[in-house]
């Protein structure tokens, strides 16, 4: 693999912000954020190119002062005053300088935060309320019975026991057991088998660990540094997607392997998830840690956007093949995570909440990754540039776990499981409790 520049993570070039700042703060204020952070930023690029141009006169100024003395010296004449200078002119610059050094912070930290810019074609909206209905595959279920939830469905088959996984590491954390344990085992190895197969996707197997580096270069950091476990006294963090090891395999370094890159990885992943309290917060629909399977695509810029769609469908198959009510939304540009240029949301109908769960966000970053984490390519006119990443859960488990029970179950309290999970489950087509 062939060796990149150490990068200082950015979002944009300066030069664009410089050539187009309405276009930067169209696009700023159409994700719901403070758009003033473009005039700080023109205003340090100014006063940093100004310090450039005064550092350059004063080390011309220094050069010309030198040379002066040595003709001085070879004339026998006094240099003491010129050398005065020449120092004076050296302390300037030096100073100059530092403060060019701090201003390059200033400018690093500002751009930094700076969240992608959108897409064109993505919706405009301020909140979920602007998402976009794309499409609706399926009917929702029906039952001659009231439907139960996944937590009592979970609960009377004996598939997890979220009391005594709150004795040990409190709420949030799953404990599934017997034949829930096997269950997700299950559909881990399904979705893997179904992209590698399938779709063409690498299979990694990535370590669960990322430092600030990785982390900042995805996206997650500095915006949402409250929402992931770090390690006490050391520059790691859990990570929150199986997406950040993924796309820093390539971090600083020019690939120097044909395009596009599929690769995926099975991950355990950790978030401090908010919610309200009540049943957005119960059994398996808000945890802190999860399973699922990361899809990211590292792309030539100009196939970007129908990898997004191809992506799309590599998540929706996943959900097609276990027979589940799905629809996807296009989301708007204030509720697209940090790093999306445009995402769909790929949702399941759950009976025992009366609600669509989230499993997979689909999202196109553009370069906004690539450029943070220094992630090039060579054209073909040999020039380095920046690659394309996108990501999406293919998928996560523990919403697609809730919506397999409450979808599944069965009058006599049993869950009929999909067709292509039984080889998975060794021929075992429902679940129920164990006989006697």
Known sequence: ???????????????????????????????????????????????????????????SKRNKASKEIGALKKQGKDT?????????????????????KQVDQDLR???????????????RGADESGNVPVCEHGEKKTFDFKPRTHIEIGEHLCLFDFQRATRMAGSGFPLLTGLGARLQRALVQFMLD?????HGYTEISTPILCGSKAMTGTGQLPKLDDDMYKLPGDDLYLIPTGEVPLVNIFREEIIDRPMPLYLMA????????????GKTTRGMLRLHQFEKVELVKIVHPDSSYDELESLLKNALTVVERLELNYRVLELCTGDMSFAAAKCYDVELWSPGQNDWLEVSSCSNCEAFQARRAGIRYRREDKKVDFVHTLNGSGVALPRLIVAILENGQQADGTVKLPAVLVPYMNGIEKLELPSA
């Open 1 to 59: 693999m062939a060796r990149g520049l150490m990068y200082h993570p950015t979002m944009l070039d300066i030069k664009q912000i410089r050539e187009d700042p309405d276009a930067i703060r169209a696009g700023i204020a159409a994700r719901a954020e403070d758009n003033s952070v473009v005039d700080r930023l023109l205003e340090l690029d100014a006063s940093r190119r100004a310090m450039l141009t005064n550092v350059e006169e004063l080390k």
């Open 109 to 123: 930290e500002l751009l930094i935060r700076i969240p992608n810019l959108p897409h064109s074609s993505t919706p």
């Open 194 to 198: 179904l992209h590698r197969e399938e």
């Open 266 to 277: 099975h991950t355990q992943c950790f978030r401090r998830e908010a919610g309200a309290a």
């Open 80 to 100: 003491t005053d010129t050398q005065a200078s020449v120092r004076d002119l050296g302390n300037q610059i030096d100073k100059i300088d530092g403060e060019i």
